[in-house]
Nanobody
Framework: QVQLVESGGGLVQAGASLKLSCAAASGRAFSMYYLAWFRQAPGKEREFVAATTTVGGRTYYADSVKGRFTISRDNAKKMGYLQMTGLLPEDTAVYYC??????????????????WGQGARVTVSS
């Protein structure tokens, strides 16, 4: 079992930066888990944003955020992060961190992530 808690959301203007944090509580080492961020805008399905492997050696991004968002992790602190720059109104959503402890080449399927946080709301005004 892993409990995840996101923080760092808020209301910002277009072009601003924001950093989301994901604190993990688990009896196992955080380095045993893959980490991802998803988001869900009002009236839309949850969508993949970014993912990283267990020790952060590889990262994956949705095309819509590539070059603007950066996923990272600190396994010693059991923390995950999503640095967001150049925010756009279309980035407005609730952002969720998610983990799993098994390998899959598929990073963007919601169903393949088995632990989720409660979400952090990000609102970008134009």
């Amino acid at each position: 079992q892993v409990q995840l808690v996101e923080s760092g959301g808020g209301l910002v203007q277009a072009g601003a930066s924001l950093k989301l944090s994901c604190a993990a509580a688990s009896g196992r080492a955080f380095s045993m888990y893959y980490l991802a961020w998803f988001r869900q805008a009002p009236g839309k399905e949850r969508e993949f944003v970014a993912a990283t492997t267990t020790v952060g050696g590889r990262t994956y991004y949705a095309d819509s955020v590539k070059g603007r968002f950066t996923i990272s992790r600190d396994n010693a602190k059991k923390m995950g992060y999503l640095q967001m720059t150049g925010l756009l109104p279309e980035d407005t959503a609730v952002y969720y961190c998610a983990t799993r402890d098994f390998f899959s080449n598929d990073y963007d399927a919601v169903s393949l992530w088995n632990y989720w946080g409660q979400g952090a709301r990000v609102t970008v005004s134009s």
